[in-house]
């Protein structure tokens, strides 16, 4: 059995070892080093949570602190890359996409094409996103669905230990601009690792669990609440067929379409607000390429479309739930046609 | 006729630059700057005609005015060296030394065009020249060309990146935060502010608080000159104790070429924010071209039958590449959805 470890730690490892094996890996970003720069022990926390912990005594100056500056250091990164350097940025909070967002999608999302393929902009865009942390409606987005949008852009949304060190070591690697969203939830998260490097591709969908009755498509967090959820219905007889995206963009549209061609039913889980992000996605690409499968309409469970609250109790009301999941998922059961 | 103009431009305002006597140039390079200088113009005044007869579309923003500063930045710059620069980019690409038919083909958006037709006027990029793009968010270059400058000195080579942006752009807040990060890492950056006085179609006294953009890096300790950028001479010479600035670590400097658009913001752009006689006085007694020309001749480095030769030949240049890109084919329909990814 693989050595256990946690997403934080398994996100570490990726990053220390792609900069073992490739010189041009460089990270930038705010407090991933921290201190004063000199030796010792606070000179390589890592930042307030120490996911890049050690990565400054063992790679000097590889290891940039940045100013609070989103807008040059994500340029930078973009620019160097263009130059061929694979620069990781640490985007501390997805919600401060706000102040750099037009490096990510005017700048590096274009360069390949509207430069007719004469550019290349290896970037990595590492973010925390998420609700959960009481952190309020500034620090707990999830704006995966907006990077989706924007053609150009590699978005991915690890959701297991595992994933997270085999799709970033593969964002790393990856000659396109990668937007990798962690979710703050899942950072303690234990689960085996193997300790070598290995990558997972893009676009592969992982299945959770399988199951005849119910297809659950979802994401990050959620996948572990969709798993929850499916327990709990499976003790009612009721089998779900649990799909972990694991990328948006590219999306495993195949995977999607073969589960739902054998349950006949969709549940789509998604921890974003409700217009326009993966779920309606999905369920739009779900009737318009198997709608002749479906045994009953299409749930879709979401946040509210409303800001993420401070308050405990509303916090955990906007957080969608297994419960919430279960009802969906009875309620497509219980639908007949 | 000559000597009110020489007067005039002796003394160009706010200019700190050594004055003409104290820069020496080669008649070799003189000449050099002339035709390229000429290259741009006529390129950009075939661009403009092609436009007017609905040959290119879109945007399209002219350089006429400001060719001594690409042409004198240019020349202080070796392979291995980069630039990046806003959407006014057809005379970077031609000074970085790259095919004019593909540039012309660009702007016309044929499939032969340096960007197969998917960039157009404002987009283009040419690795093999140290070329890297025209941008057209206002100000966005400006953390990307601190990173080409961070790639130099990760590499821990001598290179130097240029950035160039206009008066508009220096009010950007990327292009600050930018500045002091160039500063905190000692990057080998060289920001080039092409000040052609007008925002679009706003004055510089209208927009900036303080309106000698080359002191943008004081408060990063950035050093910054202001440059007569009608003087092709002064530009280079200026570029090239920027460029030796950078190459020996010294981190980043800023230049404020004083320079001038002769045509509007874009081709949609009557320019009526301003007087003709405004543009004819600058045209008469400031113009790059007409500077080097008359420097040429006073000097006896060559005469008109040889300047002569230059515009026959630059205009051929020209026409071919307007001939190339009206005979270029549209591109394939297939390639609407091509190219946004790696091997898609």
Redesign the interface.
Known sequence: MARKITFQQAVNEALAQEMERDETVVLMGEDIAGGTGGEGEMDAWGGPLGITKGLYSKFGDRVMDTPISESAFVGAAVGAATAGLRPVVELMFIDFMGVCFDQMFNQAAKFRYMFGGKAETPVVVRTMFGAGLRAAAQHSQCLYPVFTHIPGLKVVVPATPYDVKGLLIQSIRDNDPVIFCEHKMLYTLEGEVPEEPYTIPFGEANITREGGDVTIVTLGRMVHIANEAATNLAKDGIECEVIDLRTTSPMDQDSILESVESTGRLVVLDEATPRCNIATDISALVCQEAFDALKAPIRMVTAPHVPVPFNDTLEDLYIPDAAKVETAVRAVMEHRQ | MATAKKKARAKPQGTREATRAAVTVTPATLLDYYRQMLLIRRFEEKAGQMYGMGLIGGFCHLYIGQEAVVTGVQHALEPGD?V?TGYRCHAHMLAAGVDPKRIMAELAGRAA???????GSM?????DAGF??G?A?VG?Q???????G???R?RKSDRVSVTYFGDGAANQ??VF??L??AA??TLPTVYVIENNQYAMGTAVSRASAVAELCRRGESFGIPGRQVDGMDVVAVGAAAAAAVEHCRKGRGPILLEMMTYRYRGHSMSDPAKYRSREEVSKVRQERDPIEQVRERLIEEGQTDDAALKAIDKDVKAVVAEAAEFAQDSPEPDAAELAV????GA
């Open positions: 980069t990046v065009g340096s960007s197969k037709g998917k960039g987009h283009m990029f040419a690795l890297y793009g941008h968010i966005a400006v953390p990307l060309g601190t990173g080409l961070f790639a130099h990760y807040g990327q935060e930018a002091n990060m905190l890492w190219g946004i990814l790696a």
